[in-house]
């Protein structure tokens, strides 16, 4: 393997480089956000029941997310490292200890899927059955049936770790659009389909999962040459999985901490009315218009900063972080413009009642002035994983959603104003900012003046 030449990572221009493998993954995340909203479409015009069920069920599905994508951010970086170490033993080995793990991450979420769905919804803040029984039915599926959404994540990653975000992007729409088009199949029977409702939005959302994840397979076996998946690797390596969690566990608390942030904003909302919950779950599935092509972004901009930090240049790593940070706010003053100017045309898609449009404007409106400030803090939290200090990540997560939006929006609630506990955001967000600053010196400090410089 000595002669395999320099992968583009080390060589190519940073500015050609992070379009390159950022468009394909942020083309894939926007399908996947459409997947989102056209999934809360559809299950809008069952009932809005239906809608704040998701909703509900939200802070399970982040937890499910949590774990696949934490350990394939420390995966991603290791291979990525390994490769620009030109170590292709261990980029082997730890690709295929990653497999393994997101077999047992779905192996757990099987049995969640199994005993603890009921007793979730049973703890839910609302007197509404109907809205607990279409979560049960929903979430039930998705976690029964997770092992195609690991799956999917894994070989989806692995494309990324050696720079080939075309094919991720493949995988990922192929599988988001098959969802969107089984979603009014299966959940209003048409073509002499069943009628399903919420079961069937779950089932299309598995059957696409399953698409992604047989895609990723085949292109890693026809197209990634740089590693080999090989039984013979698929050892679990107790150094190789402390060094992948090492590095993803920040991410997996970080996203587990958002599902403790929604559910205690679901409980606060709830307080109010059953409409304000829902208001929330839709302002999460638009915002994921303007968040995922920037998670897009920080998946390409993981790799290449893990690649150049192995291969010992500095200034490539420099330029990747400061065109990371330029692009995700244009992406973010998109998301402004949109909040701010248009909520009331994005709301009247999910067929809103009268209350739920009143609340839907305001909230928009308001926790909208936010993105810019999130969008640094996005990128930068990205490089305190990609370069080992997925601690601080980790921290200023826990701060901005547990030590500063709970809390606040818990004071702000009892103004007995619910458009109050929107300002929460705004707020937590400053606090991020204030954290990523000052742990990301530190990081310059200790890490990034001290890479040296092989141009």
């Known amino acids: 393997m000595d002669n395999v030449k320099e992968n583009k990572m080390g060589v190519m221009p940073m500015n050609k480089l ?84 997101a077999f047992a991450s779905a192996v757990l979420f099987l049995l969640v899927g199994l005993f603890l769905v009921k007793p979730y919804f049973a703890l839910q803040n609302t007197d509404t059955q109907q809205i607990k029984d279409f979560g049960i039915q929903y979430l039930t599926i998705n976690c029964v049936f997770s092992i195609a959404l690991y799956s999917q994540i894994i070989f989806e990653r692995l494309l990324q770790s050696t720079g080939k975000t075309i094919y991720s992007m493949i995988t990922q729409g192929a599988g988001a659009i098959t969802n969107i088009i089984l979603d009014p199949i299966l959940i209003f029977g048409l073509f002499g389909m069943p009628k399903l409702g919420v ?132 992406l973010m003053m998109a998301g402004v413009l949109v909040f701010e100017f248009f909520p009331k045309i994005v709301l009247l898609i999910f067929k809103p009642s009268e209350e739920m449009m009143m609340l839907g404007v305001t909230a928009f409106r308001i926790i909208g002035i936010h993105f810019p400030i999130a969008a640094v803090c996005i990128i930068i939290g990205t490089v305190f994983q990609a370069l080992n200090h997925g601690m601080y990540s980790m921290w200023v997560s826990v701060a901005r959603q547990l030590l500063a939006l709970l809390p606040a929006a818990f004071l702000l609630s009892y103004t007995g104003n619910v458009n109050m506990v929107w300002f929460a955001f705004p707020i937590a967000e400053i606090v991020s900012m204030t954290m990523t600053l000052i742990f990301y010196r530190k990081v310059y400090k200790k890490t990034i003046v001290n890479i040296p410089d092989n141009e």
Do not use: W
Request: with cysteine; charged share 10%; net charge positive.
């Open 199 to 330: 079961r069937g939005a779950a089932i299309a959302t598995v059957i696409g999962q399953c698409v992604a994840a047989l895609l990723g397979i085949m292109f890693n076996i026809i197209k990634n040459k740089e590693i080999t998946l090989k039984l013979k690797y698929l050892k679990p390596e107790l150094k190789l999985i402390g060094n992948i969690y090492s590095i993803g566990a920040p991410s997996i608390i970080m996203m587990a901490i958002g599902t403790v942030m929604n559910i205690g904003m679901n409980h606060i909302l709830l307080g109010f009315s059953d409409t304000a919950e829902t208001v929330f779950g839709v302002y999460y599935r638009i915002q994921s218009f303007f968040f995922m092509p920037v998670f897009g972004l920080n998946g390409s901009i993981v790799p290449i900063i893990g690649y150049n930090y192995g291969a010992g240049k500095r200034k490539r790593l420099l330029s990747a972080i400061k065109l990371g940070i330029i692009y995700s706010e244009v």
């Open 18 to 101: 992070i379009i390159n493998m950022s468009l394909p993954m942020m083309a894939s995340m926007l399908v996947q956000a459409m997947y989102n909203i056209v999934d809360s479409i559809f299950v809008s015009h069952i009932h809005e029941n239906a809608l704040t069920a998701l909703s509900l069920c939200f802070p399970i599905q982040i937890l499910v997310m949590a774990f696949g994508n934490g350990m394939a951010t420390g995966v991603n970086a290791l291979v990525s490292r390994a490769l620009g170490e030109k170590n292709y033993d261990r980029a082997n080995r730890t690709a295929m200890n990653g497999v393994f793990l």
